[in-house]
């Protein structure tokens, strides 16, 4: 028997049966167990029925991708076995009922160890035990799957019960016993078997066991509604999309916390309802994907010529139209850049990861109320979707900037209608772009606000004299943001200096080029490093420019059919990068893809290498 650092378990299912809550069991123990996750969520855009899977990556040390080949399938239904059977690798093993599926069926390499589970049989003791009806228990079954990989894995069985204490919380805490009495059979059947010990994949205990509390396992779906309320976010409006929906029904499910979350009748009324909160001093933002972004586009542009406050969530998916409604691409980059008439500044950013998300979700808000500009913030659905475990976010240092406010005017008297009347010059041109703020009900401070272009007191005008200097002042913005906003948050180089290959990329890639550049380090030789763009407006020219005035040979990575970030590095900077990596089947990149396609491009000089692995 072996030991490995690396696992890759995947459990399927009709959607509906509890394929999440299995997965959700199994990354949770291993995390209670002081492993590191990462979990890969796929589904259907139907409701229910169709077939979802679930991969769950488990090592000694941080991860932040998938791999291709599975180690350990489990499923208590035949269509995962059909379906998935051929990915477990040559030595790997199988989990499954004996009387749904017949192993003689499938396409199983040779050497996979076939582990039948009495499903049924130990649903029916427990039945018997409780004295419930063994249809109510079936949903046990996903935990009946879970103790018995454990078990395999030569995982402790404690795991699964302290991970059953943080899932089934209040009224639901009965459930624990139940679904440990089903855990404890199942566990002891696969470690009864003797096949056990021939499983090449038994997990190795980590060098170090991070202490309790110490970690999250979560999505950035959750770490943005976390973030949001923390920066004070005191308006959410959405209307209902995959994947934005999971963030605003997290929110919604925090009430307690006091953030109104409105669920509106479409987007165009979820943008204008934001920016009326911005518009009034209430820090708010709406959530969407790419459909919904189109729709919200002509309301953004209202915001910033009113210079007003507000920030868009975009979570990416496949499009155009309703294209690939729960799967993943980065395609929505340039809509988000160029979408809308006419010109204002946007700034755009562009998170790696569920860590990053949190903090720059933080900022967006500040950036918003100190540009006084909308905010365009893009994410995806890997990362609302996909669970990994992060260190505790430290929140010590995250100040809330509200900008330049208007101060009380010294002229105001309530006594004197005159004064009160004083008009407010809340457009006004400085040198810097920034006009100080004042918020409705201010007294002594009157302005207009229209969709037309306006004088320093929002008064409508045509007038060039007026339309120039105003525009200029606007534009400034993006100009002041780009000194401001730290060179961090705006690029990063990963990885060590000179190295014979780069790779460029932004977003959700990031996991899986980090975890590529180790292996192609460690089993290849092959030093890589990635420069990641973190900010796309204002784009950090110069940063890119210096990052790049050394590298040998440059690869982009995205999940698109165009190469987008390819597109706008030339167009700002007038470097081309010649070689890409790209996949839009509406799969994410996993490591195992990308090691190749590095390899490739570096024995062969391949100008393109398109990846499609995945169901």
């Known amino acids: ?8 378990w995947m459990i399927g299912g009709p959607q509906g049966t509890g394929v999440d809550s299995s997965a959700t069991l199994f990354a949770r123990s291993c995390a209670v167990a002081g492993y590191w996750v990462y979990g890969r969520r796929e589904y259907h855009s139907n409701i229910k029925g169709e077939h979802s899977y679930f991969q769950v990556r488990v090592k000694t040390e941080p991860v932040y991708s998938h791999t291709d080949p599975v180690n350990l399938l489990a499923t208590f239904e035949n269509s995962t076995a059909q379906l ?8 790997g093993a199988f989990i499954y009922d004996p009387k749904v599926t017949d192993p003689a069926k499938l396409d199983l390499k040779p050497g996979v160890l076939l582990f039948p589970i009495p499903f049924d049989q130990i649903l029916e003791e427990i039945a018997q035990a409780t004295g419930k009806t063994q249809t109510s228990l079936s949903i046990i079954k996903n935990t009946i799957a879970v103790a018995a990989s454990m078990a395999l894995c030569q995982l402790d069985i404690s795991a699964i019960e302290e991970a059953l204490n943080g899932i089934f919380t209040g009224s639901k805490a009965k459930l624990v ?11 002891e059947i696969m470690k009864n078997n003797p096949d056990t010990a021939k499983f090449n994949y038994v997990m190795e205990k980590p060098a170090t066991v991070p202490a309790k509390g110490s970690r999250y396992l979560l999505n950035a779906a959750v770490a943005t509604g976390l ?5 004070g976010c005191r308006l959410q409006t959405y209307y209902s999309i995959t994947p934005a929906v999971d963030e605003c029904i997290y929110l919604e499910d925090l009430s307690e916390y006091g953030l109104p979350v409105v669920q509106c009748e479409d987007e165009i009324a979820a943008i204008n309802m934001a920016i009326g909160g911005g518009t009034t001093g209430v820090r708010a933002s709406t959530s969407t994907s790419g459909p919904g972004m189109d729709l919200m586009t002509e309301g953004l542009g209202w915001a910033g010529i009113n210079e007003v406050p507000v920030v868009m969530f975009n979570y990416m998916r496949g499009g155009p139209s309703t294209g690939l409604p729960t799967r993943h691409e980065q395609t929505d980059m340039l809509a988000c850049l160029f979408s809308g008439h006419g010109e204002y500044p946007k700034i755009v950013m562009c998170p790696g990861d569920a860590r990053e998300q949190f903090y720059d979700t933080f900022k967006a808000f500040n950036y918003a109320d100190r540009y006084q500009t909308p905010v365009t913030f893009i994410s ?19 100040k809330v900037d509200l900008g330049v406010m208007a101060g009380k005017d010294a002229k105001f008297d309530e006594n004197n209608i005159e004064a009160a009347l004083q008009k407010f010059p809340r457009f006004k041109i400085t040198e810097d772009g920034i006009s100080p703020r004042a918020l409705p009900g201010m007294p002594g401070h009157i302005y207009w606000m229209t969709g037309d272009e306006h004088c320093e007191y929002g008064h409508i005008t045509e007038e060039p004299e007026i339309r120039i200097p105003m525009q200029e002042k606007r534009m400034k913005k993006l100009d002041l943001a780009a000194r401001e906003i730290l060179p961090e948050d705006q690029l990063v180089v990963h990885g060590p200096e000179n190295a014979p290959i780069t790779i460029v990329s932004w977003g959700s890639t990031k996991g899986v080029i980090l975890d590529t550049i180790k292996v192609l380090k460690e089993k290849h030789n092959l030093d890589v490093n990635f420069i990641q763009i973190r900010l796309l407006s204002p784009f950090p020219v110069d940063a890119f420019k ?11 990575v995205e999940s698109s059919f165009g190469g987008q970030i390819t597109q706008l590095i030339t167009m700002r900077t007038g470097i081309q990068i010649e070689h890409e990596v790209l996949k839009w089947s509406g799969r994410p990149i996993s490591e195992t893809e990308l090691v190749a396609a590095i390899q490739e491009i570096n024995e062969k000089q391949s100008r393109k290498v398109v990846l499609s692995y995945g169901l």
Do not use: G, W
């Open 1 to 8: 028997m072996n030991r490995t650092h690396d696992l890759c």
């Open 84 to 91: 998935h059977a051929f990915e477990i690798v040559d030595d």
């Open 177 to 187: 016993s139940l679904n440990m009495q089903a855990a404890t059979k199942a566990y």
């Open 227 to 231: 973030a949001k309320l923390k920066a």
């Open 380 to 398: 995806d659905k890997l990362l609302a979707n996909n669970t990994v475990c992060f260190p505790k976010f430290d929140d010590s240092n995250m």
């Open 546 to 556: 210096k990052a790049m005035a050394n590298v040998k040979r440059a690869v982009v």
